[in-house]
Protein backbone atom coordinates (compact mmCIF):
# COMPACT_ATOMS: atom_id res chain seq x y z
CA UNK A 1 0.00 0.00 0.00
CA UNK A 2 1.12 3.74 -0.52
CA UNK A 3 -0.16 7.22 1.22
CA UNK A 4 -0.02 10.31 -0.40
CA UNK A 5 -0.47 13.14 1.81
CA UNK A 6 -1.06 16.66 -0.27
CA UNK A 7 -0.31 20.14 1.08
CA UNK A 8 -0.36 23.57 -0.26
CA UNK A 9 -3.60 24.57 -1.78
CA UNK A 10 -5.36 27.30 -1.22
CA UNK A 11 -6.74 30.85 -2.43
CA UNK A 12 -4.28 33.42 -4.57
CA UNK A 13 -5.17 36.49 -7.09
CA UNK A 14 -4.12 35.91 -10.97
CA UNK A 15 -1.01 35.98 -11.53
CA UNK A 16 0.50 34.73 -7.74
CA UNK A 17 2.18 31.26 -6.95
CA UNK A 18 1.48 28.58 -5.08
CA UNK A 19 3.04 25.35 -4.03
CA UNK A 20 1.90 22.08 -4.03
CA UNK A 21 3.69 19.18 -1.92
CA UNK A 22 2.79 15.16 -1.65
CA UNK A 23 4.70 13.02 0.37
CA UNK A 24 4.54 9.52 -0.04
CA UNK A 25 4.69 6.68 2.60
CA UNK A 26 4.43 2.51 2.30
CA UNK A 27 5.46 0.81 -0.53
CA UNK A 28 7.38 4.17 -2.59
CA UNK A 29 10.03 1.20 -3.46
CA UNK A 30 6.96 0.50 -5.96
CA UNK A 31 6.65 4.05 -7.20
CA UNK A 32 8.20 5.00 -10.75
CA UNK A 33 7.02 8.40 -11.22
CA UNK A 34 4.43 10.59 -9.56
CA UNK A 35 2.52 13.09 -11.50
CA UNK A 36 -0.01 16.04 -10.51
CA UNK A 37 -3.69 15.74 -11.93
CA UNK A 38 -6.60 18.37 -11.50
CA UNK A 39 -10.32 18.33 -11.90
CA UNK A 40 -12.32 21.78 -12.50
CA UNK A 41 -16.24 22.09 -11.69
CA UNK A 42 -17.77 20.35 -14.19
CA UNK A 43 -14.52 18.78 -15.79
CA UNK A 44 -12.57 15.50 -16.35
CA UNK A 45 -9.80 15.25 -14.61
CA UNK A 46 -6.68 15.82 -16.17
CA UNK A 47 -2.93 15.22 -15.84
CA UNK A 48 -1.03 18.80 -15.17
CA UNK A 49 2.75 16.84 -15.21
CA UNK A 50 4.42 13.77 -14.44
CA UNK A 51 7.99 12.97 -12.85
CA UNK A 52 9.74 9.76 -13.06
CA UNK A 53 12.30 8.93 -10.32
CA UNK A 54 14.99 10.10 -13.07
CA UNK A 55 13.93 13.50 -12.72
CA UNK A 56 12.82 13.52 -16.52
CA UNK A 57 9.83 15.80 -16.43
CA UNK A 58 6.17 15.99 -18.79
CA UNK A 59 3.38 18.92 -18.83
CA UNK A 60 0.31 19.41 -20.23
CA UNK A 61 0.52 22.42 -23.07
CA UNK A 62 -2.01 24.82 -20.95
CA UNK A 63 1.09 24.98 -17.83
CA UNK A 64 4.04 24.74 -19.89
CA UNK A 65 6.43 27.41 -18.75
CA UNK A 66 4.24 28.19 -15.48
CA UNK A 67 4.70 25.06 -13.41
CA UNK A 68 6.90 23.00 -12.29
CA UNK A 69 7.17 19.71 -11.02
CA UNK A 70 10.34 18.65 -8.85
CA UNK A 71 10.86 15.90 -6.86
CA UNK A 72 13.36 14.94 -3.70
CA UNK A 73 13.59 11.12 -3.54
CA UNK A 74 15.09 10.86 -0.31
CA UNK A 75 11.82 11.98 1.19
CA UNK A 76 9.82 10.81 -1.60
CA UNK A 77 7.92 13.96 -2.13
CA UNK A 78 7.12 15.36 -5.05
CA UNK A 79 6.41 19.47 -5.52
CA UNK A 80 4.44 21.09 -8.11
CA UNK A 81 5.39 24.78 -8.27
CA UNK A 82 2.62 27.47 -9.75
CA UNK A 83 3.26 30.70 -11.13
CA UNK A 84 1.62 33.29 -13.15
CA UNK A 85 -1.74 31.79 -11.99
CA UNK A 86 -4.64 31.89 -13.91
CA UNK A 87 -8.65 31.96 -13.16
CA UNK A 88 -8.61 28.69 -15.55
CA UNK A 89 -6.45 26.94 -12.92
CA UNK A 90 -8.64 26.87 -10.63
CA UNK A 91 -9.60 23.08 -9.36
CA UNK A 92 -9.08 20.43 -6.79
CA UNK A 93 -5.34 18.87 -7.68
CA UNK A 94 -4.28 15.20 -6.89
CA UNK A 95 -1.28 13.96 -6.24
CA UNK A 96 -0.89 10.24 -7.99
CA UNK A 97 2.12 7.92 -7.38
CA UNK A 98 1.79 5.24 -10.11
CA UNK A 99 2.67 1.87 -9.76
CA UNK A 100 5.00 -0.16 -11.63
CA UNK A 101 2.91 -3.46 -12.96
CA UNK A 102 5.03 -6.11 -10.83
CA UNK A 103 3.82 -4.91 -7.80
CA UNK A 104 0.10 -5.68 -8.53
CA UNK A 105 -1.38 -2.71 -7.32
CA UNK A 106 -3.25 0.18 -8.69
CA UNK A 107 -2.32 3.93 -8.93
CA UNK A 108 -2.73 5.58 -5.74
CA UNK A 109 -4.32 8.74 -5.10
CA UNK A 110 -4.06 12.24 -2.76
CA UNK A 111 -7.04 13.50 -0.78
CA UNK A 112 -6.64 16.64 -3.32
CA UNK A 113 -6.35 20.26 -2.76
CA UNK A 114 -8.21 23.34 -3.38
CA UNK A 115 -6.51 25.64 -5.38
CA UNK A 116 -8.80 28.75 -6.39
CA UNK A 117 -7.22 31.53 -8.53
CA UNK A 118 -9.17 35.20 -8.37
CA UNK A 119 -9.33 36.99 -11.40
Known amino acids: QVQLVESGGGLVQAGGSLRLSCAAS????????MGWYRQAPRKERELVAV???????YYADSVKGRFTISNDNAKNTVYLQMDSLKPEDTAVYYC?????????????WGQGTQVTVSS
Open 96 to 108: SAMIRSSCRMDDF
Open 51 to 57: IPSDGTT
Open 26 to 33: GDTICIPA
